[in-house]
């Protein structure tokens, strides 16, 4: 994808050629006679599409496509759309469908990528999908390169050229839902005016050939853009194009703690769009990197489902229209899948916890409620000991080490005690603390919770490790320790909890309510 393609070039942005790589997203496109206001929203919207990547052979893909298979094989893609519309994915989105000069599809303009006599990859993903009725988004690109530079006039030919031909050939299919537009520039501090022409010169051949079909893009930079300057929202404004599902750029870790920022400039967009007839949607990063680089010489693992879920939070909390991803395929894998892509233990462990999720699983959804600042706490400040007060202040931080409403604890063994003032059903108990392993910041290691009666003889209610989750070179993000179900009664409720470095605990939820 072009933020992770040019991550180390954004100050120079605005001088970038036109790029054609890309990340992932899909939605509905809002009708031409009217603007649409779109007030926050407060419930946390799934992931309902994803990225198709079939041409990135480079290292980022060790695992999201691996030498060991043919990533040109009819079958595995045929498993894959199947599994991932069984993950509630409605959206798939064809980052490419021809790339160096040859063709996924049985092009007459070039030469083909794979086995003739063999079911394109393209036909097989469109064919599946149509039986699971999942739409797909077709790509114009790639023509040359990865990085395709649309304001040449042979590339753009050419992009013209393949849309001729895929149109001939898929217009017509059940799956053909819109065109994919991988005029992927950055529009920070706005968005150049090479690629605003880039974009609706090739909506209106979209809309010449294809008429009803949407369109969509996924421009980088959000974290980067100038909502003030005077050209901003004119720039926006020009554009033709049906959708644009923004890159988050959580996984491409610009910053160290990108996402209370990511929160306020997603309600500046959605601002901006409340003054468009543009569909805006969220391109979620699943990803993180395997080494301490965050560029072309690191594969893409996956990241803690924990860090996904605030990806999805702020983009739902700012009226996100449709979240979609780059990307689920060798990223988020269900483990009963013939064709095993992805890190190995990583990518079924964040499936089970964005399944858990979707399910309803408690523990998420106090995760959930928390980071729409929507969980109370059942104990209050005059419980806590004198100097542990602010963990009952119910005041959340966020995914950033400085933030001054985490408490810090040192490395060692540490007790916090409540005084519930009288003997109380007690159910659950949460500890909420930051992941931060860049930082020497860590989880608890054991975590013991005591109830007493009477303040000085404790029994000993539950004992839990903090979830795990080995992914911990760039990301910063917030886990919990979940004592549930306990029916137990007790006036004293006392946590004590190792850390080997340093932790940071923001809340000590006792029955925490919404």
Not at 80 to 99: D, S, T
Not at 130 to 136: F, G, P
Not at 271 to 296: P, Q, S, Y
Not at 380 to 405: C, I, N, S, Y
């Amino acid at each position: 994808m072009n933020s992770m393609n040019k991550l180390k070039m954004w100050v120079t942005v605005g001088l970038l050629s036109l790029g054609t790589s890309l990340s992932a997203c899909p939605g509905q496109a809002v009708a031409a006679s009217s603007t649409v206001k779109h007030p926050a929203k407060q419930q946390v919207l799934p992931i309902t599409g994803s990225w198709i990547n079939l041409a990135y052979k480079d290292v980022r893909n060790k695992y999201t496509n691996p030498t060991n298979f043919d990533n040109n094989d009819p079958k595995l893609w045929e498993a894959k759309v199947r599994e991932m519309a069984q993950m509630g994915l409605e959206y798939l989105v064809f980052m490419e469908v021809a790339n160096d000069g040859k063709a996924y599809y049985p092009s007459k303009l070039m030469p083909w990528h794979y086995t003739k006599g063999v079911k394109s990859p393209v036909d097989a993903i469109l064919d599946e999908a149509a039986k699971h009725n999942v739409k797909v988004f077709m790509s114009t690109g790639w023509a040359q390169n990865q990085d395709d530079n649309l304001q040449d006039p042979v590339i753009k030919k050419r992009q013209l050229q393949i849309m001729d031909e895929l149109a001939a050939l898929y217009k017509n299919h059940k799956a053909f839902y819109g065109w994919y537009l991988p005029v992927e520039d950055c529009i920070c501090p706005v968005f150049a005016e090479h690629a605003v022409q880039a974009v609706n010169s090739l909506v209106e051949k979209a809309h010449e050939l294809t008429p009803g079909k949407k369109t969509l893009i996924s421009p980088y930079g959000i974290g980067l853009s100038e909502f003030d300057h005077p050209d901003f929202e004119k720039q926006m404004a020009k554009l033709k194009v049906d959708i644009i599902a923004y890159q988050d750029e959580v996984g491409c870790v610009r910053e160290p703690f990108p996402i209370p920022g990511l929160k306020k400039n997603w309600e500046r967009m959605r601002k901006v769009h409340d003054k468009l007839n543009i569909e805006m949607w969220a391109n979620c990063e699943t990803f993180t990197w395997e080494e301490g680089t965050n560029d072309r010489q690191s594969a893409l693992i996956p990241a803690a489902y924990s860090r996904l879920l605030s990806q999805q939070v702020a983009a739902s909390a700012a009226g996100i229209d449709r979240i979609i991803s780059f990307m689920f395929g060798g990223i988020i894998e269900n483990p009963a899948s013939p064709y095993q892509l992805g890190q190995p233990v990583g990518s079924n462990k964040t499936y089970a916890d964005y399944m858990s999720w979707k399910a309803g699983d408690n523990y998420w959804k106090m995760m959930e409620s928390a980071f729409l600042n929507q969980l109370r706490n059942g104990a209050t400040q005059e419980m806590a000991m004198p100097e542990q007060q602010m963990l009952f202040d119910g005041k959340l931080a966020e995914e950033d080490k400085d933030d001054a409403r985490w408490m810090h604890f040192a490395q060692g063994c540490h007790d916090c005690v409540v005084d519930m003032k009288k003997v109380t059903n007690i159910n659950t108990v949460m500890l909420r603390y930051l992941n931060y392993h860049a930082g020497n910041v860590v989880a608890p290691m054991k975590t013991y919770l005591y109830l007493s009666n009477d303040g000085k003889n404790y029994r000993l209610a539950g004992i839990k490790d903090a979830p795990c989750f080995p992914n911990n070179k760039h990301d910063a993000w917030i886990d919990a320790v979940l004592f549930n179900n306990l029916k137990e009664k007790a006036r004293y409720v006392k946590v004590t909890f190792d850390t080997p470095q340093q932790t940071f605990v923001d809340e000590l939820f006792i029955n925490p309510t919404k």
